[in-house]
């Protein structure tokens, strides 16, 4: 009995790796999609949009499983509660790469051509932003002395998150023709898409109290 | 049946060691929910009786050079007196061990029947007292650097980490188990040693039980069952007083307390650092929660001294000064209460006499004896008084006080087939061919132990002690004082 729990803790181990291989997934998924809708590929942002939901469903089963096992067999005890917030947060960034292409589907806005390359650079950082978080967090499983070789990348995505978006939102608000609910609504998906940044710098705020607490 | 009615305060007192010390084994691990009570509990239990009954004699031997305690009401009330105190500790909530109590309680005792306190080893025992927590700091220490380091080379990733660490656990607790049963089950048991009516039993023929493995197997018991009924409260406590520890401090905390442990009560490490020549560690029972608190002062103590609350360390270390007091008062008291209220006997008394033969025996030794005169011929109520006329005596050496001791001390027997057949005959114990020794000697009168020793060791070369076998040597003192009690008068 003993070895079958040792096998299932393993397997928790994997189960965490294939999580976080999801909210990568969905950020790839949603690079990819903005790039679709903005050169009004609409079929294939379609598509994307249904895989972003395959992924989000995906990624929360397993959340409930990990969290269901690391309660039931009281694993991690002692980093138990911090392990639960990580994922509570990684999934939260997964869900927002959802929502942001669902976004561009429910609203789907006027992007002018001269926006595009703002727009393109901005996701890609973002998506950066989240990829150096979830290394950060495999190495927070597996090897706790390599995650300061990830972490840090977070915050400077952060900040060049912060810098594209301003100049974007100044390009958008100086555009002549454009009515200020276009405007408005161009800047709401700056904030939308930068926001993403600034929650994965939380979480590696938090993650770097969790890695000082365990270690030795 | 009195017998068993007066082993209740030892049960008592082994109860309370296993509610008690036993969580000082697996508290840490369960107090950090990486072992479950069920799974502590009854891996604590096994092993305390295997440590018990296997090795635990070492340590005991120990104890009973302390004092003897030679009447059972009297072995009853130092259990008893150091029970009570260990239990008033607890609900104090400060984690003593029943070491400290029964020594305590074995002095008041020798107080009380006039015996002599064995200083020498009493500082042993004191001293380890002190040497015990500092040891356990430093393996502590060393064994989390060692720790630390392997983790840090071999990265193993967290949920590996997490359940090493409870394979871990459970190891080094079912070994401090083991440990805690053979170094402390003298605590419980030893002052019955000396009063114990069993006999040894074989076991199918494959291996004996000797009467002392009995003993402590029946202790052994009651230790578990204190652990199974009343641990989890304190086992749910522990760890956390001092300082909040991590799996893998409670590790190194558990791993450093058993080794320390066991360090006091493998006569098999004694024997194989005296057949290389090095200087041997004391078997003293010492108290598994100063090895703990030792440990975990150590960690500590590797954070500069940060997250230690000084003051419960403070409370700590005092209630180990204050216990065996506790102890000895009440035994005193008690004692005093048993003979004179009860008229229980609770102490058979043992006088001294420098007789003729003593004399010449101690004379053989080359001992000087100026101005005896004082003291020839007088017999003496008890040690003390015998040992205050001896002090008045010049040019006696400590070992030749001691010498002088065991030849005055008397203990009159009579060797008759009536009570001969009283003795546990066993091909195992007391062969026939020795029982055989024993028939000659029959009609011969004895006053001192040694003159029997030494009737004895002339008929046969089986009787007579050998050097360097101490093994053997105390299994033979063993059956020599089963013997002496069964030849005995019995109005002694």
């Known amino acids: 009995m003993e070895f079958r729990i040792l096998k299932k803790r393993l397997d928790v181990g994997r189960e965490f790796d294939v999580f976080l291989d999801k909210v990568s997934e969905a950020g790839l998924l949603f690079k990819t999609g903005v790039e679709a809708y903005l050169s009004d590929n609409i079929d294939s942002f379609e598509k994307k949009i249904e895989d972003i939901i395959e992924t989000e469903h995906d990624g929360d089963a397993l959340r409930r499983d990990l969290e269901e096992t690391l309660y039931v067999q009281t694993l991690i005890p002692e980093s138990r509660g911090d392990v639960l917030e990580l994922l509570e947060n990684m999934d939260a960034l997964l869900d927002r790469f959802k929502g942001a292409l669902w976004k561009f589907n429910i609203e789907r806005p006027q992007v002018i051509k001269e926006l595009n390359d703002d727009f393109r650079e901005l996701t890609g950082i973002v998506v950066e932003a989240v990829e150096a978080i979830v ?10 002395s390599s995650v300061a070789d990830h972490i840090h990348k977070v915050p400077y995505w952060e900040s060049q998150s912060d810098k594209i978006a301003s100049k974007l939102q100044q390009t958008i608000f100086r555009q002549e023709g454009f009515s200020l609910s276009e405007k408005l609504q161009l800047r709401d998906f700056v904030k939308h898409i930068d926001k993403i940044a600034d929650r994965a710098e939380d979480v590696s705020d938090k993650l770097r109290i969790y890695v000082l607490k365990r270690s030795l | 049946m009195m017998f068993l009615f007066f082993l209740s305060s030892g049960l008592f007192l082994g109860w309370s060691l296993g509610a008690n010390d036993a969580s000082n084994v697996f508290g840490t691990a369960v107090g950090s929910k990486m072992v479950r009570f069920r799974t502590a509990a009854i891996c604590c239990s096994v092993f305390i009786v295997i440590g018990a009954v296997i090795s635990g004699a070492g ?25 009570v105190s260990v239990y008033l500790m607890t609900k104090l909530g400060y984690p003593v061990s029943t070491s400290q109590a029964i020594v305590g309680a074995i002095i008041g005792w020798n107080f009380f029947s006039g015996s002599l306190t064995d200083y020498q080893t009493l500082s042993k025992i004191v001293i380890t007292w002190v040497a015990c927590p500092a040891l356990s700091a430093i393996i502590a220490l060393v064994l989390y650097k060692i720790l ?38 003298a605590n419980v048991m030893g002052v019955f040693v000396p009063v114990s009516p069993f006999a040894d039993i074989s076991i199918f023929g494959i291996f004996k039980l000797t009467s002392t493995q009995q003993l402590f197997f029946i202790g052994g018991i009651a230790i578990a069952v204190g652990v199974l009924t009343y641990s989890r409260k304190v086992m749910a406590t522990v760890g956390e007083g001092i300082m909040e520890l991590s799996p893998i401090s409670a590790l190194a905390v558990v791993s450093a307390h058993s080794l320390v442990l066991f360090l006091f009560a493998s006569q098999g490490l004694e024997a194989f650092l005296q057949g290389h020549g090095l200087p041997t560690i004391p078997l003293v029972p010492v108290s598994s929660s100063q090895a703990i608190v030792g440990a975990v002062i150590g960690l500590g103590l ?95 050496k400590p070992e030749e006080q001691a010498f002088i001791l065991t030849s005055a001390e008397i203990d009159p027997m009579e060797v008759t087939l009536e009570r001969l057949e009283t003795i546990d005959f066993d091909s195992d114990w007391i062969s026939e061919r020795k029982k055989n020794d024993l028939i000659k000697l029959e009609g011969r009168k004895f006053i001192h132990k040694w003159q029997l020793d030494e009737a004895l060791a002339e008929i046969s070369p089986y009787w007579r002690l050998r050097e360097n076998e101490k093994k053997y040597n105390e299994n033979l003192k063993n059956k020599l004082s089963h013997i002496y009690e069964k030849l005995r008068y019995p109005n002694q």
């Open chain 2, 59 to 83: 340590a005991s031997y120990t104890l009973g050079k302390l004092g003897s305690v030679n009447a059972v009401a009297g072995a009853f009330i130092v259990a008893f007196a150091a029970a």
């Open chain 1, 135 to 144: 290394r950060s967090s495999r190495a927070f499983f597996k090897d706790l």
């Open chain 2, 148 to 185: 630390a380091i392997a983790i840090y080379r071999l990265k193993p990733d967290m949920f590996r980490l997490d359940s090493l660490t409870r394979y871990g656990l459970i190891l080094v607790g079912a070994f401090g188990s083991y440990s805690l049963g053979a170094n402390n089950i």
């Open chain 2, 302 to 396: 590797l954070r500069h001294g940060k997250g230690i609350r000084w003051r419960v360390v403070g409370g700590i270390g005092s209630s180990w000064i204050v216990t065996p007091i506790i102890a000895a008062l009440l035994s005193f008291i008690s004692l005093f209460f048993l003979q004179n209220v009860f008229e229980q006997k609770t102490y058979r008394p043992v006088r001294y006499a420098i007789t003729s033969e003593a004399m010449a025996r101690i004379q053989a030794q080359g001992i000087p004896l100026q101005g005896t005169e004082s003291i020839t011929g007088k017999e003496f109520p008890n040690a003390k008084y015998f040992y205050r006329a001896l002090s008045t005596l010049k040019n006696i």
